[in-house]
């Protein structure tokens, strides 16, 4: 069931992410009723602040965004139905293989109840807005968009959700690549799909992997909808990479950020992490010159799990295994390209651990990334925040960055610093950006405001001083 959402006027005495590492002003915010953030002003020092909690002030964020994860198969194995098909190998070909046949036994109600659960969990971490991919192919036809669809209108007023009609499978190789094709183009004129998504790499040849992208960038264009590749996923330095391909038919179909406001995202591209400097210099180049709309997307606990060298690679006599994933605050810093972060997968053969969290991915990629400044925490945030919305097309929502402005939707993250061990001490308050990174607070510690409506939970307290209700 969606959380209940309560309007707000105001809220008194927070904290706004600042260049100190330890703030001391606190600020009153002001929500117009359409959801946005009317005004920001310094709390006055003569209020009386008697009713205002003893602990340190929430800090004041921007909300969290999923710019790329799975909805129809989150928490397989949380399932007792599927307890066969947990991981015996961990490999690709067996995820694929899994998931096909737990696919077989998809049911309307059993795609709600996981698709809740992932729903719910996400939004206790603070996000949302999302984008969502369900699988639709010959195995189980629209079953899993129609669960999508009813989840997207059930859980509206709590978050956005961006759906993507996914073709895991094949459509132009294999005995049902037709059959998914015509089923893909048929669910894209359902009012409620956002996103055409495909995988080229899962085709059984090169020429049917460039004909998968081909026919994405046309149906794309001629539906209006925004356009989302699982692109080279691999890391053997002999395949070939499809990203020129990607972008040769973005230029020839004239898919410009001036023809459409619609983006293209590219997820997992490890296969890109071999790339030398000329390589990215010139897929940077051609990205701006030509002004394509593209983002990248790295999955890092994905890519860290499945995306390994082929057989026999990287084993140089001792237990060296590469791994690869976009280093995602190189892209942004040095190439100037548009890159984000994404969970992907929660609970399957995909990826069986970790969890629905943004802020939990932001702090994987502080040692993946060798990312250890403020600055470099601050990104991070960007990159499960602000910017990862912007990249995925949702226009409602705030600036860039990690701070909250005038006109920006009120879709916020407060961090507190309530005690959660039990053990009756002070909390320890996390100050900065760099904090919340660091160190993820848990649920108790964040409370979630949607469009200037707050969503009530057990430890949420309407007495603290600082909420304002309508």
């Known amino acids: 069931m969606p959380p209940q959402l309560t309007p ?12 100190s590492s330890f703030p001391s002003s606190t600020w009153d915010i002001t929500f117009e009723t359409n959801g946005c953030i009317k005004a920001l002003t310094p709390t006055p020092t003569t209020n009386d602040t008697s009713s205002i909690q003893d602990t340190e002030p929430p800090l004041v964020l921007p909300a969290l965004t999923h710019p790329h994860i799975h909805l129809d198969k989150a928490f397989i194995h949380s399932d007792p139905k599927y307890a066969h098909l947990a991981p015996t190998t961990g490999t690709f070909n067996e995820a694929l293989t899994s998931t096909t046949t737990a696919k077989r036994s998809f049911e309307p109600a059993d795609l709600l109840k ?12 603070g996000v949302t807005a999302l984008r969502a991919f369900v699988e639709v192919d010959a195995t189980v036809q629209h079953t899993c968009l129609d669960a999508a669809l009813t989840l997207k209108t059930h859980w509206a007023e709590a978050c956005k959700i961006q759906l993507v009609c996914f073709a895991q499978d094949p459509v132009f190789s294999g005995p049902h690549g037709g059959e998914n094709r ?18 080229p790499y899962v085709e059984s ?65 490890t296969r890109l992490t071999l790339f030398g400097e000329d390589e990215w210099a010139r897929l940077a180049k051609e990205i701006a010159e030509d002004e394509l709309p593209v983002s990248f997307v790295g999955l890092p606990t994905s890519d860290l799990y499945m995306a390994a060298p082929p057989a026999g690679g990287g084993k140089n006599g001792g237990m ?11 892209l942004v810093r040095e190439y100037g390209l548009d890159a984000v972060v994404g969970v992907n997968n929660v609970g399957n053969a995909f990826t069986p651990w970790a969890a629905a969290d943004p802020l939990g991915l932001a702090c994987l990629g502080v040692g993946v990334y060798q990312a250890g400044t403020r600055a470099d925490a601050e990104l991070l945030y960007e990159c499960v925040s602000t910017r990862a919305r912007a990249a995925i097309g949702i226009e409602e929502g705030g600036g860039a960055g990690v701070t909250v402005g005038v006109g920006d939707y009120a879709d916020l993250l407060l961090v507190y610093a309530r005690d959660d061990t039990g053990c009756d001490v ?14 993820p607070p848990s649920k108790i510690n964040r409370d979630v405001i949607r469009q200037g409506r707050l969503m009530l939970s057990p430890w949420v307290s309407k007495q603290d001083g600082v909420y304002e209700f309508v």
């Open 8 to 19: 707000l006027h105001s809220l008194h005495h927070v904290r706004l992410p600042s260049s």
């Open 426 to 439: 002070v909390a320890r308050p996390r100050n900065s950006v760099a904090e919340v990174v660091w160190d």
């Open 320 to 330: 060296a295994t590469p791994r690869g994933t976009l280093q995602v605050p190189r």
């Open 205 to 269: 040849d090169a020429e049917s992997a460039k004909r998968n992208i081909e026919w994405a960038v046309q149906t794309a264009l001629a539906h209006d909808k925004h356009l989302d590749f699982h692109l080279d996923y691999t890391l053997d330095p002999g395949r070939e990479p499809l990203v020129w391909t990607v972008l040769d038919a973005l230029r020839r179909w004239g898919w410009t950020g001036k023809s459409t406001q619609k983006r293209v995202m590219l997820g997992h591209c």
């Open 182 to 199: 015509r089923l893909i183009e048929s669910a894209l004129l359902r009012d409620g799909v956002d996103v055409l998504g495909s995988t």
């Open 114 to 125: 996981r698709g809740s659960w992932l729903l719910a969990e996400s939004l206790a971490n």
